[in-house]
């Protein structure tokens, strides 16, 4: 069975940055795709960065190219979201869930295996 908690979300100013953890465990040697996504209240979730394993290991959407940037290694069991220059518009609960769907093709969603989330708002 493989679980996900998400860590690192907070308040922060317009500008600024945040970076988030998501650690997964597991008891065997599952190494799914995981998506970042997040969900804004009344909206459905949206993808914003992904990982896999071998080529192509990574891929950020296009609506935050630029100024979010996946790492880590779901083989090492930590990815990390780094969120810089952050807007209001980025204000959402973010949470990492194993994926469905491709992320070399920038086209997936999440699955039911998702960690419970952590709040991240960007205010003044």
């Known amino acids: 069975q493989l679980q996900l908690v998400e860590s690192g979300g907070g308040l922060v100013q317009p500008g600024g940055s945040l970076r988030l953890s998501c650690a997964i465990s597991?008891?065997?040697?599952?190494?799914?795709?995981i998506g970042w996504f997040r969900q804004a209240p009344g909206k459905e979730p949206e993808g914003v960065a992904c990982?896999?394993?071998?080529?192509?290991?990574?891929n950020i959407a296009d609506s935050v190219k630029g100024r979010f940037t996946v790492s880590g290694d779901i083989a090492e069991r930590t990815l990390f979201l780094q969120m810089d220059n952050l807007t209001p518009e980025d204000t959402a609960g973010y949470f990492c869930a194993v994926l469905l769907g491709s992320c070399i093709t920038n086209t997936y969603w999440p699955s039911s295996i998702r960690g419970q989330g952590t709040q991240v708002t960007v205010s003044s």
């Open positions: 990982s896999g394993t071998g080529g192509n290991r990574t």
């Open positions: 597991a008891d065997n040697k599952a190494y799914p795709p």
